[in-house]
């Protein structure tokens, strides 16, 4: 195996790992569905509790959701990284009942940045939102 896709398979099996013992995805109950170099699949069961009061699903949760797939994939392909660029569109609304999915697709990956393209889904496949973000790499102490 050449020392880049064990360096990626390392990488990938620390992620899979840390997403077990993540205080966000167990506040929020996400699950890392799907992980593979510069992909990444989340899930999220709605709830009641995420409806604002005009009875539409609370866009940050949707945001989260979309992040933490964004985290998963850009991490996949350099780690440590930060964000520090996140634009998410709301194209349709969710239910209460809804189960999301968001998946994250690498589209340019550098030694200086990584961008990224996310899109969320409700269980039909209803298109609910569609991001971008883009992260750097943070220097190793």
Same mark, same amino acid.
């Given at each position: 195996?050449?020392?880049? !896709?064990?360096?990626?398979?390392?990488?990938? #099996?620390?992620?899979? &790992?840390? @997403? !077990?013992?993540?205080?966000?995805?167990?506040?929020?109950?996400? $699950?890392?569905?799907?992980?593979?170099? =510069?992909?990444?699949?989340?899930?999220? &069961?709605?709830?009641?509790?995420?409806?604002? %009061?005009?009875? %539409?699903? %609370?866009?940050?949760? *949707?945001? #989260?959701? @979309?992040?933490? #797939? %964004? @985290?998963?994939?850009?991490?996949?392909? *350099?780690?440590?990284? *930060?964000?520090?660029?996140?634009?998410?569109? +709301?194209?349709?609304?969710?239910?209460?009942?809804? $189960?999301?999915?968001?998946?994250?697709?690498?589209?340019?990956? =550098? $030694?200086? +940045?990584?961008?990224?393209?996310?899109?969320?889904?409700?269980? *039909?496949?209803?298109?609910?939102?569609? #991001?971008?973000?883009?992260?750097?790499?943070?220097? &190793?102490?």
């Amino acid at each position: 195996m050449s020392q880049l !896709k064990n360096e990626d398979s390392e990488r990938l #099996a620390k992620l899979r &790992k840390a @997403a !077990k013992n993540e205080p966000v995805s167990s506040f929020l109950d996400t $699950k890392l569905v799907k992980l593979s170099r =510069g992909y990444a699949k989340v899930s999220m &069961k709605l709830r009641p509790e995420y409806l604002t %009061f005009n009875g %539409f699903t %609370f866009g940050g949760m *949707i945001m #989260a959701l @979309a992040d933490q #797939a %964004f @985290a998963y994939g850009s991490n996949s392909v *350099i780690t440590p990284n *930060i964000a520090v660029q996140f634009n998410i569109h +709301f194209v349709d609304k969710s239910e209460s009942s809804d $189960k999301l999915t968001a998946e994250c697709h690498v589209v340019r990956e =550098g $030694k200086r +940045f990584c961008v990224s393209e996310i899109t969320v889904h409700n269980q *039909i496949g209803k298109l609910i939102a569609v #991001a971008t973000g883009t992260t750097i790499p943070v220097p &190793k102490q």
